[in-house]
């Protein structure tokens, strides 16, 4: 069974930074492209980056790329999402992503005070 835990989440001042992390289990890890997504309220949950398995290649939303990194360690598991710069747009719940499984973690919540 397919599980994404997602933490890291939190209340950060306008310019700041967090890194989110998301740890996979039931299938294995090493082999998967894995995304995050993040939902605003009242928008449509949205791609903010991709990293393929063995985090070769990345791709990220315009609105993220040069602020944002993802990274992977296949020896743990885990993904991640280093956020710098953080903007009050950046704000929603942010979700990890396993795409060949189609299967979603429960989010983590980001706010960005301005």
């Known amino acids: 069974q397919v599980q994404l835990v997602e933490s890291g989440g939190g209340l950060v001042q306008f310019g700041g930074s967090l890194r989110l992390a998301c740890a996979a289990s039931?299938?294995?890890?090493?082999?998967?492209?894995m995304s995050w997504y993040r939902q605003a309220p009242g928008k449509e949950r949205e791609l903010v980056a991709s990293?393929?398995?063995?985090?070769?290649?990345?791709v990220y939303a315009d609105s993220v790329k040069d602020r944002f990194t993802i990274s992977r360690d296949n020896a743990k598991n885990t993904v991640y999402l280093q956020m710098n710069s953080l903007e009050s747009e950046d704000t929603a719940v942010y979700y990890c992503y396993a795409v060949r499984f189609r299967s979603w973690g429960q989010g983590t919540q980001v706010t960005v005070a301005s």
């Open positions: 990293i393929s398995s063995t985090g070769g290649d990345t």
């Open positions: 039931g299938f294995t890890f090493r082999n998967h492209a």
